[in-house]
């Protein structure tokens, strides 16, 4: 299998046929499923400001983002130049998504300059702060240093869908089936002092962590999944995963505590749901 995957990346047909399957299934997936989009309204309103940001979401619930982003705005994606990251490049590229290669966890410099000069010409910028190798779900220090240089928020977004497999990949990568049933959350903004020291760009970074898994865990639940065995119980904060209406501060100590009223994530309680707080979006297929 090895030799057949440095066979595709070195014939450039055979890529760019890998890849154009790629970016079919996931417009038959996203087509032939019904999709629920929660949360958009926090990129929308930067989109509207003119005002970039970094998205942040798990190398593992990569299929289905392109589909999650609208069209009309441009975005940078860091993506690895090893042969799974050409792959991934080639595939994102059918949707109007360009690539800079590298990592924000090796070698890094280069990548976090060239990051930072997209988010300063106005353009977001899309990591996968697990990528390219792990550990999975664990975040790096790129995404919060990207962040504090360029001055721009990072938001997280996860999606799951109800008819899945779970691969047995170093990410855990979600493969979404069609004709299901599919959900985007979109998290709230996080924002990284000009001035954040080590610790504090640490504190960050921890919490990009958490509220990604909190997200996807999320995310998981609501589409029927057993969440304990994948990821730390952890709370979403007030109002996140839930629709609008959520405060905007960030700071670290603002981690829901056991008490939240959105214990969503415990391995025993469900949440009930809040017809009065969630705004959702039928999204329908492109």
């Known amino acids: 299998m090895k030799e057949l995957g440095r066979g595709i990346v070195r014939s450039d047909a055979l890529r760019r046929a890998l890849c154009r399957v790629i970016a079919l299934y996931i417009r038959f997936v996203y087509a032939t499923s019904r999709w629920t989009t929660e949360g958009a309204e926090r990129g929308a309103r930067f989109h509207r400001d003119k005002r970039p940001f970094i998205l942040a979401f798990w190398h593992g619930r990569l299929l289905m983002m392109p589909m999650a982003w609208p069209r009309d705005v441009p975005i940078h994606m860091l993506i690895s130049g090893h ?11 059918h949707f109007g998504i360009t690539s800079i290669a590298g990592s924000s966890s090796r070698g890094g410099l280069a990548a976090l300059r060239a990051m930072v000069k997209q988010l300063r ?37 996860t999606y799951a869908t109800r008819r899945r497999r779970v691969m047995g990949t170093w990410d855990r990568f979600h493969l979404a089936f069609p004709f299901t049933e599919g959900l985007h959350l979109w998290g709230e903004p996080i924002e990284v002092p000009a001035d954040a020291d080590d610790a504090a760009l640490e504190r960050y970074r921890q919490l990009v962590e958490d509220r990604l898994n909190a997200l996807g865990n999320e995310a998981d639940r609501r589409m029927g999944h057993d969440v304990s065995a994948l990821t730390p119980s952890l709370p979403l904060p007030s109002g996140e995963g839930r629709g609008e209406g959520a405060s905007d501060n960030s700071d670290p100590a603002d981690l829901a505590p056991c008490d939240s009223p959105h214990p969503a994530l415990s391995r025993r309680e469900r949440v009930q749901e809040d017809p009065g707080g969630q705004r959702a979006e039928e999204a329908s297929g492109r």
């Open 121 to 157: 010409n106005g353009d977001c910028v899309g990591i996968t702060p697990d990528g390219p190798r792990g550990p999975a779900m664990q975040a790096s220090h790129g995404i919060v240093a990207a962040a504090r240089l360029a001055q721009v928020p990072i938001i997280p977004l």
């Open 83 to 93: 042969r799974d990251g050409r792959i991934i490049a080639d595939a994102v590229g």
